[in-house]
C-alpha cells in the first residue's frame, strides 16, 4: 500500500428505536453545509450561555434513542455531560442524506418532537433548501420552508419573484441572529 493513504475513523452509531444503526459517512455536500450552519452558531454563540455542538456528539433521550445530530444548540448545560447530551437540546439540525433522510424525517423528528426538542431543521444540501419545525402545543408544525437560489436559477426569475424569495431567517433562539443562506449554501459545489 505504498503511497496510498488510509483513513481510519471510529466506528460511528446510534441508537434508534432500540436499534444500533451505523452511520454513513458524510457526503463533501454535507459534511460542508453542516459546517457551515456549526460556524455560524459557534461565532454567534463565543461568550454566551449556549453552546452548539456537531456530529460528533450523541443526545441521550430514552434508553431506546440516542442519536447523534448533525448540529444541535443546547442552552442549559447541567445537560451535557461527558458522555454526551442528556435531554432535549433547544435546537437540533439534521443534514438529509439519501442514506438517512427517512430516519430523519419520520422516526427522528417523532421522537424529538416527543421529548420537546422547540426547533428543528432538516436541510437538505442537494436541493439548497431548509425546513424549519417549530413546537406549537406539543407539536411539530413546519414553521416555514427556505429555499437557496443560485444564480442561473435567479435569471430565470420574473423580478417579482426575486423580490419575493427568502433569502435569510432567525431561529427561535435568538431575535438578533440573522440566518443567510448564502453562508449556509453559497459555495456548495
Not at 493513504?5 to 457526503?27: N, W
Not at 436541510?123 to 420552508?145: C, N, T, W
Not at 437557496?148 to 426575486?162: I, K, V
Request: hydrophobic share 35%.
Amino acid at each position: 500500500m505504498t503511497g496510498t493513504l488510509v483513513r481510519r475513523e471510529e466506528r460511528r452509531e446510534e441508537l434508534i428505536g432500540g436499534k444500533r444503526v451505523a452511520m454513513s459517512p458524510a457526503s463533501a455536500g454535507h459534511a460542508y453545509v453542516s459546517d457551515n450552519i456549526l460556524r455560524i452558531f459557534k461565532n454567534y454563540l463565543k461568550g454566551k450561555t449556549c453552546i452548539p455542538f456537531g456530529h460528533s456528539l450523541l443526545v441521550h433521550l430514552s434508553e431506546e434513542d440516542k442519536f447523534v445530530p448533525d448540529v444541535m444548540v443546547v442552552c442549559e448545560r447541567e445537560k451535557i455531560k461527558p458522555n454526551g447530551v442528556h435531554g432535549a437540546p433547544d435546537l437540533v439540525v439534521e443534514v438529509l442524506s439519501p442514506s438517512t433522510a427517512k430516519n430523519d424525517r419520520t422516526y427522528k423528528k417523532e421522537v424529538y418532537e416527543r421529548y420537546g426538542v422547540p426547533e428543528y431543521w432538516l436541510v437538505s444540501p442537494s436541493d439548497k433548501f431548509i425546513e424549519v419545525y417549530r413546537q406549537v402545543d406539543g407539536a411539530y408544525v413546519l414553521h416555514d420552508m427556505y429555499t437557496f437560489y443560485p444564480d442561473w436559477m435567479l435569471e430565470d426569475m420574473s423580478e417579482a419573484e426575486q423580490k419575493a424569495r427568502v433569502t435569510e431567517f432567525k431561529c427561535h433562539l435568538y431575535d438578533d441572529l440573522i440566518i443567510r443562506l448564502d453562508d449556509i449554501f453559497g459555495d456548495l459545489f
